[in-house]
């Protein structure tokens, strides 16, 4: 079966994930638009998928019936409305990071999926999909022994001067927080943020670089950098030491050079290439799930779980050095 797919948001990643399912995938294809920038829609039609229809609103999309699952890519204060809709239409739906900008928002699209009964979402946590990724949970899993501490960063060159303190954890460590609690199978517990010196190339509402602390409820205590104008490339490492030996994530693929008396691998310096591999994977899965009327991968209450912990590092933030306790309510069976 073909699943027909609408795309609500035709910005950055919107454009990506349409020219992958396009172009890259099968098993779908591209039948609707909706962007409250129509101009962009357009544009992305006509580059992508002629045929494709273009609706007035995300909500007129969902409900169409030739458009058997969604894809929610545009701002984030706009996939809450998108995602229940897509819920209550009983629609497979593709949601970008974050599910919802408030833990309460995610919480009502948790709600409404288990009373649903199936699942229908999966959110845009693509790390999970990362070939290095898996190989470093395999590790943890079968090699390194009971996992102890984590040792991670996340590194941008540079960052504009929009982006403020708290979006450090929103927008950029939310990525490390839904992936360490699936490479270790555990939640978290306390989060706790101190910051280093600043960085002189940082901007006036940003204070950069910063390190989060955070504790699991099996006592795996874990440290990120938070560093996003270092200057050199865009890094992203994790180290896990278990009890019986430590594991790396892998490096990116790149050639090795020895040239002018010096041994060289480049850095990747755009945060698009890192992980562009596993966005392929993530929509792959998301066409399977979506054939058979239901959802796969990273969940609501993954969502919910990420927006938690968010709200956390921002209130650790804003009271540095204190340590913020996160309690989770119980997991629905849905997610088991
Ligand atoms: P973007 O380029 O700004 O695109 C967002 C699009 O949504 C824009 O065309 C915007 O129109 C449109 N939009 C705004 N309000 C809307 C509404 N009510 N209904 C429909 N469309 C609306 O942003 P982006 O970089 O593609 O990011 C989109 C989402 O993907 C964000 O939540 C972001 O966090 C996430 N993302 C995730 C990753 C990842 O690694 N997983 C990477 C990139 C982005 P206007 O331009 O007119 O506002």
Redesign the pocket.
Known sequence: MTVRIGV???????RDHTRRIQQVLSGAKIVAF????LE?AKAVQADLAPDARIYAT?EELIAADDVDAILV????A??EQYVLAAIAAGKPCFC???LATTAAGAKRIVDAEVAHGKRLVQV?F?RRYDAGYRLLKKAVDEEIGTPLMIHAAHRNPSVPEQYVTPMAIH?TLIHEIDVLRWLLNDDYVSAQVVFPRKSSYSHAKLADPQIVLLETKKGVRIDVEVFVNCRYGYDIQCQVVGEEGLANLPEPMSIVMRKGAKLQNAILTDWKDRFIDSYDVELADFIAAAQKGTAAGPSSWDGYVAAITSDACVEAQEKTGQIVPISLPERPALYN
């Not at 909706?34 to 920038?37: E, F, I, K």
């Not at 890519?73 to 984030?76: D, L, N, R, V």
């Open positions: 609500i948001g035709t910005g950055m990643i919107g909706s962007d409250v920038n962009g995300g890519t545009s701002w984030g706009t996939h970008e990071k974050p845009g693509m927008d």
